[in-house]
């Protein structure tokens, strides 16, 4: 994933001179999928949850997973943006589980963690920290100190969303720990003032 999909789709299949794919170039599926990227990109929700949806009834149809998790995905995002907070959870929680099923946690990754900013604006915050703490101890497990740093901080501030300010400022006193250990001396002493400002209850 590319931290927003599981695989590309513009990376399926031989690139043309231009850099287009040229394989399955007249796929319905794929053109409703690559216009609402653009429609996307361009600010326009409803155009681009229409494509989306499009393109995942397509895929559906030609039994490609990829492109169910990638459309999923993408309908995700476009329900997170316009503030459909249930139904981009719905949709991550697709993608999500077609992840499980071809054993990629790199993309699992960052579909929970967009998963856990749904849950957060619905003020869901317990599933949050559920999917947050899952990460933490996949960066634990293989030792990615940068991925354990972003999600302590999203922990932090979710304790903080939950007024619970000592568990919020043991997250960060982890933080600056991480930094300490690698001679990040600015940002661990940074760290270390934010845990202790909301110690303090400041």
């Given at each position: 994933?590319?931290?927003?999909?599981?695989?590309?789709?513009?990376?399926?299949?031989?690139?043309?001179?231009?850099?287009?794919?040229?394989?399955?170039?007249?796929?319905?599926?794929?053109?409703?999928?690559?216009?609402?990227?653009?429609?996307?990109?361009?600010?326009?929700?409803?155009?681009?949850?229409?494509?989306?949806?499009?393109?995942?009834?397509?895929?559906?149809?030609?039994?490609?997973?990829?492109?169910?998790?990638?459309?999923?995905?993408?309908?995700?995002?476009?329900?997170?943006?316009?503030?459909?907070?249930?139904?981009?959870?719905?949709?991550?929680?697709?993608?999500?589980?077609?992840?499980?099923?071809?054993?990629?946690?790199?993309?699992?990754?960052?579909?929970?963690?967009?998963?856990?900013?749904?849950?957060?604006?619905?003020?869901?915050?317990?599933?949050?920290?559920?999917?947050?703490?899952?990460?933490?101890?996949?960066?634990?497990?293989?030792?990615?100190?940068?991925?354990?740093?972003?999600?302590?901080?999203?922990?932090?501030?979710?304790?903080?969303?939950?007024?619970?300010?000592?568990?919020?400022?043991?997250?960060?006193?982890?933080?600056?720990?991480?930094?300490?250990?690698?001679?990040?001396?600015r940002l661990a002493r940074e760290f270390a003032e934010r845990?202790?400002?909301?110690?303090?209850?400041?």
């Open positions: 994933m590319t931290s927003e999909f599981i695989q590309p789709l513009n990376t399926i299949g031989p690139m043309g001179e231009d850099g287009k794919t040229d394989q399955d170039d007249d796929n319905p599926a794929r053109k409703d999928y690559r216009e609402g990227r653009k429609l996307f990109t361009d600010g326009n929700y409803t155009q681009a949850a229409l494509a989306f949806h499009n393109a995942l009834m397509g895929f559906e149809e030609q039994g490609d997973r990829v492109g169910v998790a990638n459309a999923s995905d993408r309908l995700g995002d476009t329900c997170l943006a316009r503030g459909e907070y249930a139904m981009a959870i719905a949709n991550y929680q697709r993608a999500a589980s077609i992840c499980e099923e071809q054993d990629d946690s790199f993309s699992l990754l960052a579909v929970n963690r967009k998963m856990a900013a749904a849950y957060r604006k619905l003020g869901d915050r317990e599933k949050a920290l559920e999917l947050l703490y899952d990460m933490l101890e996949h960066y634990r497990l293989t030792q990615n100190p940068e991925g354990a740093v972003a999600t302590l901080v999203l922990i932090a501030e979710t304790f903080v969303e939950q007024g619970e300010m000592l568990k919020a400022a043991d997250a960060y006193r982890s933080v600056s720990s991480i930094h300490s250990r690698f001679k990040h001396e845990a202790s400002a909301l110690e303090q209850g400041r």
